[in-house]
């Protein structure tokens, strides 16, 4: 046919920034469930767990909060394989650091988090300052409560406020 192709990325980009209302509840329940999800999983660890063992719960609890599991990448201690694995295991003081991905009614949430089953090192807890730092640096009121990793699930909501008022301002 007689036709020009060009390239429609970023007004299809524009289009999809622009969220309604609705969507944008849509993406805090997602975000929500998602977290829930993985804060029971991390807050009923144990030492010895496999990596595999950490993936499959969080695909148990997102199914439980009818959450589609889309991935879990798993790695503990200092290791960066991320496949989940039954030789892998969390061990006392040692990292555990989880990527997953969970979808709602074709809403996408993404979560990151790390803990420690024990006590944190010198490292880790400098690790976790320089990321409330960051925080505090892009976002207009950090308050991000004084605890450690697993009472930050409110954190998406706080971003996508920040998306309303950027919108209130247009």
């Given at each position: 046919?007689?036709?020009?192709?060009?390239?429609?990325?970023?007004?299809?980009?524009?289009?999809?920034?622009v969220k309604s209302p609705a969507e944008i509840e849509l993406m805090r329940r997602a975000a929500?469930?998602?977290a829930e999800s993985l804060a029971?999983?991390?807050?009923?660890?144990?030492?010895?767990?496999?990596t595999a063992k950490v993936a499959r719960a969080v695909e148990r609890e997102m199914r439980l909060r009818d959450l589609h599991h889309l991935y879990a990448l798993v790695c503990a201690g200092?290791?960066?394989?991320?496949?989940?694995?039954?030789?892998?295991?969390?061990?006392?003081?040692?990292?555990?650091?989880?990527?997953t991905a969970g979808m709602l009614e074709g809403s996408i949430a993404e979560l990151c988090r790390t803990a420690v089953l024990g006590t944190p090192s010198d490292l880790a807890d400098r690790m976790l300052a320089g990321c409330r730092a960051l925080e505090a640096a892009?976002?207009?009121s950090p308050e991000i409560p004084p605890s450690l990793l697993l009472d930050v699930?409110?954190?998406?909501?706080?971003v996508l406020e920040v998306r309303e008022d950027l919108e209130k301002r247009a």
């Open positions: 046919p007689r036709a020009t192709f060009v390239d429609a990325v970023p007004v299809l980009d524009a289009l999809r920034a929500v469930l998602n029971v999983v991390l807050e009923g660890g144990r030492e010895g767990d496999s200092p290791s960066w394989f991320r496949a989940p694995s039954e030789r892998q295991r969390w061990q006392r003081d040692g990292v555990l650091h989880v990527d892009v976002l207009p699930p409110a954190a998406p909501g706080d």
